[in-house]
């Protein structure tokens, strides 16, 4: 389902149908409350989940971008994690990038003066954490596995049922026949 280093999967689907066509579709679907996902939206933007007793805390969360290219749409899909725990995890890993790379420097300036090069540990164990972290996510993404493959087909399936309309110049010339 998505490449082995990748954190937040993605899938780009083109379609004929405009954009607006296409986040209706998704929100007609989507919306009933008997159903066991669940949908936000803003604008063309969407956000499908899985209800609330269905969620645990690796269950993903499927932001759909729904853009214009020509006549028809590009639908992004991209899978994340509950957003609190994204910005948990962005933030974990830039603060640990940061001291890596600054421990790196440190160290390397404490190399070019002859001193014990200490940082090294600090750099490496940095380094270690956000592989750790890393690991964590794709144990994650394994355990939500199964209800990725359910978002990602269930929007697959709406979007195959989408047609698009007759663009204008069509309409006037069946008109005219």
Not at 56 to 78: C, D, F, T, Y
Not at 148 to 169: F, Q, T, W, Y
Request: proline share 5%.
């Amino acid at each position: 389902m998505s490449g082995v280093l990748e954190i937040r999967p993605t899938q780009i689907r083109e379609h004929d149908a405009a954009p607006e066509d296409l986040a209706a579709a998704l929100l007609d679907h989507f919306a009933p409350k008997e159903s066991d996902i669940t949908i936000c939206s803003v604008g063309q933007h969407l956000v499908l989940t899985h209800t609330q007793h269905l969620r645990h805390l690796w269950s993903p969360w499927l932001h759909v971008e729904v853009e214009a290219i020509g006549e028809g749409s590009r639908v992004i899909a991209k899978f994340s994690p509950h957003p609190n725990l994204w910005t948990s995890f962005a933030f974990g890993y830039m603060t640990l990038g940061t001291t890596a790379l600054f421990a790196v420097c440190f160290a390397l300036a404490q190399t070019m003066l002859n001193q014990s090069p200490w940082a090294w540990w600090v750099a490496g164990g940095a380094a270690a954490l956000m592989l750790a972290m890393f690991l964590i996510a794709k144990l994650g993404q394994r355990l939500a596995e199964d209800q990725m493959r359910e978002l990602s087909e269930r929007l697959g399936a709406v979007l195959a049922g989408v047609k698009a309309r007759s663009h204008p110049s069509e309409i006037r010339a069946m008109d005219r026949v």
